[in-house]
């Protein structure tokens, strides 16, 4: 069984449908955690609460509807919803400084969720360590693009070192939240201990 089988039914047009929710309904909790932002004189990327939600999409909803949760997201600003950090928008935006984190928070879902899902009664030390790995990849994608902007010399303390106190403590809640997430799934369906 799917860790995903946890969070929805398993067959027929109510399946279809609740995944439709869940996809839509992350992909709006990630465009308002994006409004929890603030931009930073020294950087052209703002600090978000995103990276904490598109994480746990992932943990929490697998692979598939992590991904498309966050797909979702971007379609949405790429089309002129204010979806992103302050209320941006359009295409500009994933083509912008930021726009190597953006699809770097797509890869990180999906690497999340595949990583939930071959385990979904996780310890707190693995599933802070699929959300670190998480975090790496994000990191990995907005660094590589970064550099076309800012340059080699200016890429790290642009865009990693101003992040990486926010990102433990945001690592810590999702950890925490996680732990706690599992706590409840395996409560409301007690048949996954057989599983």
Known sequence: MNYTDIIHPQEGMSSRFVNTVLVVGIS???ALSA????RTPFSPVPITGQTL?????????????GAAAVAA????????????????????????PTGGYLFGFLAAAYVVGMLSEL????????????????NIIIYLFGLTW??????????LPMGLYPFLVGDVLKLGLATALASG???LTDRIHPDLDAS
């Open 28 to 30: 709006w909790l990630i």
């Open 146 to 155: 970064l550099v076309r902007f800012v340059g080699e010399s200016q890429a």
């Open 53 to 65: 939600v598109v994480l746990l999409s992932g943990l929490f909803l697998g692979r598939k509807l």
């Open 119 to 134: 385990r979904h009664r996780r310890s707190p030390i693995q599933a802070a360590t699929a959300l670190l790995l998480g």
């Open 35 to 38: 409004q929890f932002s603030f």
């Open 73 to 96: 997201y971007l379609l949405q600003g790429a089309v002129g919803l204010p979806f992103f950090a302050n209320g941006s928008s359009g295409f500009a935006v994933l083509v912008g």
């Open 181 to 183: 997430g599992s706590w």
